[in-house]
């Protein structure tokens, strides 16, 4: 079963720890700004929403692409890039609706989320539990919960 | 059995066939190119001038590539002619019967009738070949007529290689169709301070020059040159469509229907070479830009396999890198717009500087200096066509919001 990275928005506090633990594992540098995921912050009504690829069917950046380095990896679903064919043109990130491609100005090339291999480094320092990476069963069984406990107290119980 | 043809080896035809091979991995497929080399990305020719990128780098495919993926290529050779109502077309060489015919003929670059135009030291950019005989030829002054998105990038790329760069634009700014004013103006102003010269509203009037190029005549100076490069727009290749009696729109495009059918049956067309509709004004439009011809290609294939799937229609969609500082036209400029009545949004901060159009409560346009993110969420906002009083009602109400929180990034545009 493939696992999906997972985000409840609802849950996140915007501390940032996701951009930094991203940061330091993909370049060693302790710069948000080269995470592939991103909290885009509302302080003023305390609403945070992590962003990164959500790895689209039919990847808009993928048509983008000058160099065709953007394909779908069939088994997995992810959106894959050849970085050595990049070229930093950026058209990927513009044409991105979630702006989740990041451009990683140290090797000039536009990166996007990979799941870590299976083992994302986001997930593992998210001390909210905002971002979850499951299998969709998995997800599907932790939202019944949710809406469960929800009607329980609802209903007084 | 199906047999597809395909005539073209650009973005449009490549995407076409990949789409073909995804879906049916046995159906043949013969594709025909005048140029005998593999897929190659256009848009990065500039790259390649200025030596950032290598030339090995500008292939997509290799030649085993077409192999594996079990195509028949017919590269070098040139299709003769092609009977419509046998279904067979010639190349001089053989004679193929096909089923379905997609035509991605693609366009040529346009030099104007000017005296002295055929002089060595003339060139274009348009193919990896152009830009061999450019190196060849080893530039030291050269003069880029047409300011364009290749024109100016091909006239940075030059600068970076060391040669001195002047742009001449017929029109009264640069980059006319993809920048209004005062956009256009800033990156005039750029282009100035890292010392390009860039000369507006002069029309060149003769080459001159003994044995190669020496010099080029406007209507005000006259300016020494050793290669002059023209970037001063495209022309389709249509001529083997018209001749077999496909019809051609007004703006010198194939006509197709949104299933990319010309009225010709069982041959379709996608790519420079056709006319497709604005996806924000439903009209015709020479649409002729790399994602739009990978869109059009699948399109076009998908048809051919007989599943039908409609062109939602093309959105111009232009990414500039000008000195390491972005610059990004979408949609359409207050040119193209005319006379409607349209509200301007404009920003800047620092040295980013924005625009956006909006015409009747819908964005129609953005154009961005500097500015990278956030753009993909304006484009989605713009094909979607949300109107910005909806768009703002979302963001000032936080249930809504946050169900739709990929809104975010476009807020600081559109903050009234």
Redesign the interface.
């Known amino acids: 079963m493939n696992k999906q990275l997972l985000i409840d928005s609802s849950k996140c506090t915007g501390c940032g720890l996701c951009e930094l633990a991203c940061a330091i594992s993909k370049t060693r540098q302790c710069q948000p700004q080269l995470a592939r995921i991103k909290v885009w912050r509302d302080e003023t009504r305390g609403i945070f929403v992590p962003m990164t690829c959500l790895q689209c069917e039919n990847p808009p950046c993928a048509n983008a692409c000058l160099m065709n380095v953007i394909s779908k990896e069939n088994d997995k679903g992810l959106t894959v890039r050849r970085l050595e064919a990049c070229i930093g043109c950026r058209a990927c990130q513009v044409s991105c609706p979630f702006d989740a491609s990041r451009y990683d100005y140290i090797e000039d090339v536009v990166v996007n989320c990979d799941h870590c291999e299976g083992n994302p480094e986001c997930v593992k320092y998210c001390p909210s539990g905002a971002l979850q990476y499951c299998s969709l069963a998995e997800a599907i069984d932790c939202l019944r919960n949710v809406e469960a406990k929800k009607r329980c107290i609802d209903s007084g119980l | 059995m199906k047999n597809i043809v395909i005539i073209g080896n650009g973005a449009a035809a490549n995407s076409a066939v990949e789409t073909i091979r995804k879906h049916d991995s046995q159906v043949p497929i013969i594709m025909f190119a005048r140029e005998d080399l593999p897929e190659y990305?256009a848009?990065?020719l500039p790259?390649c001038l200025s030596g950032?990128?290598y030339r090995s780098?500008l292939f997509?495919k290799q030649l085993k590539d077409y192999n594996r993926m079990k195509i028949h290529t017919r590269f070098g050779y040139e299709v003769q002619h092609i009977n419509t109502s046998e279904c067979t077309l010639n190349s001089g060489q053989e004679t193929i019967a096909y089923d379905r015919l997609i035509l991605a003929t693609g366009s040529r670059a346009y030099i104007p009738p000017v005296p002295g135009h055929e002089l060595p030291g003339n060139f274009v950019v348009k193919t990896v070949r152009d830009i061999d005989a450019i190196m060849v030829n080893q530039p030291h002054k050269v003069l880029v007529a047409g300011s364009g998105n290749i024109g100016i990038e091909v006239a940075e790329a030059l600068q970076f290689r060391g040669c001195q760069v002047t742009i001449v634009e017929l029109r009264e700014r640069i980059l006319p169709r993809i920048f209004d004013k005062e956009p256009a103006s800033r990156i005039h102003k750029i282009l100035t301070t890292k010392g390009l010269e860039v000369i507006t509203g002069e029309r060149i009037l003769r080459i001159s020059g003994d044995e190669r190029v020496e010099s080029a005549a406007t209507d005000r100076r006259l300016i020494p040159c050793d290669t002059v490069i023209w970037a001063a727009g495209v022309k389709q290749n249509v001529e083997m469509a018209s001749a077999i009696g496909i019809k051609t729109g007004e703006l010198g495009g194939i006509q197709v229907n949104s299933f990319m059918q010309t009225n010709i049956d069982s041959i379709y067309a996608c790519g420079d070479c056709i006319e497709s509709m604005n996806m924000l004004t439903g009209y015709p439009s020479l649409n002729m830009l790399?994602?739009s011809a990978?869109?059009q290609g699948q399109v076009a294939a998908f048809n051919c396999l007989g599943q039908k799937v409609e062109y939602e229609g093309a959105i111009s969609?232009v990414?500039e890198?000008i000195y390491g500082i972005?610059a990004?036209s979408?949609g359409m400029t207050s040119d193209a717009l005319g006379a409607e009545d349209i509200q301007i949004l404009e920003g800047e901060n620092h040295n980013q500087y924005w625009r956006v159009l909006l015409v009747d409560d819908r964005i129609m346009g953005m154009q961005a200096i500097g500015i990278?993110?956030?753009?993909?969420?304006m484009?989605?906002l713009m094909k979607t066509r949300t109107p910005v009083s909806q768009f703002r009602h979302t963001l000032a109400d936080?249930a809504l919001?946050?169900k739709a929180?990929?809104y975010?990034?476009a807020q600081r545009f559109l903050n009234a």
């Open positions: 990305s848009c990065a790259d950032r990128v780098q997509i790399w994602p990978k869109r969609f990414v890198d972005t990004v979408m990278s993110s956030g753009l993909g969420a484009m989605a936080s919001f946050k929180a990929w975010l990034p």
